[in-house]
């Protein structure tokens, strides 16, 4: 196994890290300022089904991982791909989201020489209804001002299907947990309400073994939604009736995170 401070060849890395998230945690965002680091290469999606999402830096490159029968077929396989493509980077990584890749999940997870960035999202309600949102519009990355569709959907939300997705985020959360905990693992965890705070960036490049930490990270996602959810979910009100003594009514209400 390579050690952590080793020098990378032409064909390997000397940090490899895998990104774990739930759909709609601000994951994104987190491989944007990853990716701006002159020494980290971070991919996003690679196991989407709708396609192999690299690194934001090179999509207007030749670059490529393979097909996604390539993929398909072997992902373990293809996770071995994208450590042996460093492209000059010593530190590579790529995302994993919830319900994607349950192998690769696996075999990331089992490998206490992959680091894990586990990234959660406080408000489980904006999580929820971005969801929602992007399903409706279909549009799911946003990285220029000019390409956010500006129509903003106002949606009904049901009080049993937001709990039944927070359920199965926090399942899938546990699991993660658990399987490092019984490896004896640990992680980085972040929330992404912090993620524009510059200790979070240090202590990213920190867990990530890169000796400039205080260097600036730089985001280059959009954000998509505003921050009251009064203005998109239609049935504001009565979802707040509904959520009386629940801790996701507190989450609704809230328009600071």
Aim: one cysteine or more; aromatic letters at 6%; hydrophobic letters at 35%.
């Amino acid at each position: 196994m390579e050690s952590p401070g080793a020098a990378p060849g032409p064909d390997r890395v000397s940090v490899r890290f895998v990104v774990v998230a739930a759909r709609r945690t601000g994951s994104n965002m987190l491989c944007t300022l990853l990716d701006s680091h002159p020494e980290i290469l971070c991919h996003h999606e690679i196991f989407n089904p709708r396609g192999i999402f690299c690194a934001l830096s090179l999509r207007q490159t030749d670059f490529a991982l393979g097909s996604m029968t390539e993929r398909d077929a072997d992902p373990v396989a293809f996770v071995d791909r994208v450590w042996r493509r460093p492209e000059g980077r010593r530190c590579v990584g790529f995302k994993l989201t919830s319900g994607q890749a349950e192998p690769v999940l696996a075999h990331v997870v089992a490998d206490p020489s992959v680091r894990k960035i586990v990234l959660r999202r406080r408000n489980r309600v904006k999580a929820y209804v971005s969801e929602r949102i992007a399903e409706r519009l279909d549009q799911w990355e946003v990285y220029d001002e000019r390409d956010l569709d500006s129509a903003r959907p106002r949606l009904e939300i049901d009080a049993e299907s937001l709990r039944r997705h927070v359920a199965d985020n926090e399942r899938f959360y546990r699991c993660v947990g658990s399987r490092l905990d019984d490896s004896g693992q640990t992680c980085l965890s972040l929330d992404y309400e912090d993620l524009g705070a510059p200790e979070q960036g240090a202590r990213l490049l920190g867990f990530l073994g890169i000796e400039s930490a205080s260097a600036a990270l730089e985001a280059r996602s959009v954000k998509q939604n505003p921050r009251d959810l009064r203005e998109v979910v239609a049935n504001f009100d009565d979802l707040a009736e509904t959520l009386k003594g629940d801790p996701l009514r507190d989450e609704l209400l809230d328009v600071e995170s």
